[in-house]
């Protein structure tokens, strides 16, 4: 059993930050890369940002400069910091873990997602 969750979502204005949690749990399982997606209404799920075990970095370039991904690997734990939010950003965000189970490397691991409102 693995499960992640996430929190940290809400309401800002632009210009203004936030900063999402995933929370893996479980047992039996390592977490080998972990990553962050959005979906706004109307459109399909993206990519935002990948972290993998040796804490290389990856972005999409619609928020490279204003967001950070980082990971606790104590706590199994990701975060993903946004700063200068911008409208554009409003969608709901899902977190993915690229995970080790049962001998078997799998990405299929996804937090019911959180959502993320930027308005003023």
């Known amino acids: 059993q693995v499960q992640l969750v996430e929190s940290g979502g809400g309401l800002v204005q632009p210009g203004e930050s936030l900063r999402l949690s995933c929370a893996a749990s479980g047992s039996g399982f390592s977490i080998n890369a972990m990553s962050w997606y959005r979906q706004a209404p109307g459109k399909e799920r993206e990519l935002v940002a990948v972290?993998?075990?040796?804490?290389?970095?990856t972005y999409a370039d619609s928020v490279k400069g204003r967001f950070t991904i980082s990971r606790d690997n104590g706590k199994n734990t990701v975060y993903l910091q946004m700063n200068s939010l911008t409208p554009e950003d409003t969608a709901v965000y899902y977190c993915?873990?690229?995970?080790?189970?049962?001998?078997?490397?799998?990405?299929?691991?996804w937090g019911q997602g959180t959502q993320v409102t930027v308005s003023s």
């Open positions: 972290i993998i075990s040796g804490s290389t970095t």
């Open positions: 993915n873990a690229n995970i080790w189970y049962r001998g078997i490397l799998s990405h299929h691991y």
